[in-house]
């Protein structure tokens, strides 16, 4: 019985001093048209992106996205082979999974060695 509550105990300690990750998902695209608007677009529980490139690599679908989060802030890098041929592309995504509140969302850029910040606005989500 005293077996059974220490393991019971030290289990409730364990699962409350982990730090729990939200779960997103984002699913993206590149679409290869001129464009020149940048649209950020919250709605219930995620967000919607479409961001023009015009200086981009040709090899699209080399270019992964990927998302982090730092408190109040989402963080969407893209990096990939680069080319030297330049394109025009745009970036689709929809993030779907976030909580109600203010967040700060950036688009990077990875070109080579250089992170080139391309979006940094903030956006509240109901």
């Known amino acids: 019985m005293n077996r059974f509550i ?33 649209v950020l677009t919250p709605r219930p529980g995620g967000l919607q992106l479409s961001v023009p490139f015009a200086d981009f690599t040709c090899d699209a679908q080399s270019v992964k996205a990927v998302l982090n989060r730092d408190d109040a802030a989402l963080r969407i890098t893209l990096q990939g082979t680069e080319t030297g041929q330049r394109c025009s592309q745009r970036f689709q995504a929809e993030i779907d999974g976030i ?4 967040y700060l969302v950036k688009v990077i850029y990875q070109k080579g060695n250089t992170a080139i910040e ?8 109901e």
Request: hydrophobic residues 45%; contains cysteine; charged residues 10%.
């Open 99 to 102: 909580a109600a509140g203010s």
């Open 6 to 38: 220490v393991t019971a105990l030290v289990s409730v300690l364990l699962l409350t001093a982990c730090n729990f990750k939200d779960t997103y998902t984002m699913q993206y695209s590149f679409i290869a048209e001129p464009s020149t608007e940048t």
């Open 118 to 125: 391309i979006l940094s606005q903030e956006i509240t989500i």
